[in-house]
């Protein structure tokens, strides 16, 4: 079982020894089948040899399964030819040449230079590294963070992410909601890399501070258009004093519990990565008991045939009746309501109780 798992492990780092040896047991394979195509056509035919390329698109990379791939060829025409020639074998070999032609070049399409299986494992694990990002660790008694994210298009692949720190010795809490230009998978690259940035910035940064090396780390990157939009809001647990800073997000929501609606949080600011210095306004509060900070992204409010401020208006009404039916689950209730369209969504509520 251990051997097994050496194999495994061996063939996921994609080396080149472990391709090799998985060429060389596909090249056994084929020889085999051979063996037995030219005893008994009929326990394995020409169709057969699709099974040896069908594993070599999967476990091999481009290189090698090209190899591969003309090893079944010179087979299946050693088959051919050294056994009786019939009309359905050459309709066979036709097939399978239509079938090699359609496997090399869907293998050549992968970018990542990777078999499929470890691409997609490899996007997968960048997307939960992700999402590990943005998960708010426990919060201390009194309060409570709740987040709700859809991706354009239902793909598990977003422009819109949070980066989260709490600091437990400090008793402060630092999150960054953040919605980088484009949507669904085409942003997710400038996504992740922002992600990674803001994920060592937030620890050791404070303040504006932090906005302003995201800014300078997107103005560094050689892209025509790399520029997000962001919202940073720092939270000092014990007394509920916050600080917002806002670079081209929609505005920030205070749910008032003497109002029982929703305000504007009036901070506001230059998207990131459009100029060197941004002028970003800071919006400061303090959260009383039982009420709440709301962020959201621009696919929560936008529509093309609305203006965003029917929108923020749409979202205050929404979120009001879904805080009223209580905290826990209110960004999943308010998520739910919005509209389908084609942007990605994501939505923040942290709440003092």
């Not at 359905?88 to 078999?115: D, E, H, K, M, N």
């Not at 922002?194 to 932090?210: N, S, T």
Request: include cysteine.
């Amino acid at each position: 079982m251990q051997g097994l798992r050496d194999v495994a492990d061996a063939w996921r780092s994609g080396s080149h020894r472990s391709q090799t040896a998985v060429l060389l047991a596909l090249i056994g394979g084929v020889a085999v089948s051979l063996v037995v195509s030219l005893v008994d056509y009929t326990v394995f035919p020409l169709a057969g040899f699709l099974l040896w390329l069908l594993l070599g698109s999967i476990l091999l990379r481009f290189g090698p399964l090209v190899v591969l791939t003309f090893v079944v060829v010179a087979a299946c025409v050693m088959a051919r030819f050294v056994a009786e020639v019939e009309v359905g074998r050459v309709s066979g070999l036709v097939i399978l040449l239509v079938f090699v032609l359609l496997v090399l070049y869907t293998a050549s399409r992968q970018r990542a230079g990777l078999p499929g299986p470890l691409s997609e494992a490899l996007l997968a694990d960048l997307r939960d590294r992700l999402n590990a990002q943005g998960t708010v660790p426990p919060l201390p008694d009194g309060w409570r963070c709740e987040t709700a994210m859809i991706a354009a298009h239902g793909v598990g692949y977003a422009g819109d992410f949070m980066v989260v720190d709490l600091d437990a010795e400090a008793q402060r809490l630092d999150m960054v909601l953040v919605d980088v230009v484009g949507k669904g998978v085409k942003a997710a690259p400038s996504a992740l890399l922002l992600a990674g940035a803001l994920g060592g910035m937030i620890g050791a940064l404070r303040g504006p501070d932090v906005l302003g090396a995201a800014n300078a780390f997107l103005l560094r990157q050689d892209a025509v258009e790399t520029f997000a939009t962001a919202v940073h809001v720092s939270v000092d647990l014990p007394t509920g004093r916050y600080v917002v800073h806002n670079a081209g997000h929609p505005p920030a929501l205070h749910w008032s519990v003497e109002e029982q609606a929703w305000r504007t949080d009036l901070s506001r600011g230059l998207a990131l990565g459009v100029l060197a210095d941004p002028d970003l306004h800071a919006g400061e509060g303090v959260l009383q008991p039982g009420e709440a900070l709301m962020f959201y992204t621009d696919g929560v409010v936008e529509s093309r045939s609305e203006d965003i401020e029917v929108g923020i208006d749409w979202l205050r009404r929404t979120a009001a009746e879904a805080f009223e039916q209580g905290v826990d689950g209110a960004a999943r209730r308010v998520i739910a309501r919005v509209p389908r369209g084609d942007d990605d969504r994501a939505l923040l509520i942290l709440s003092r109780v």
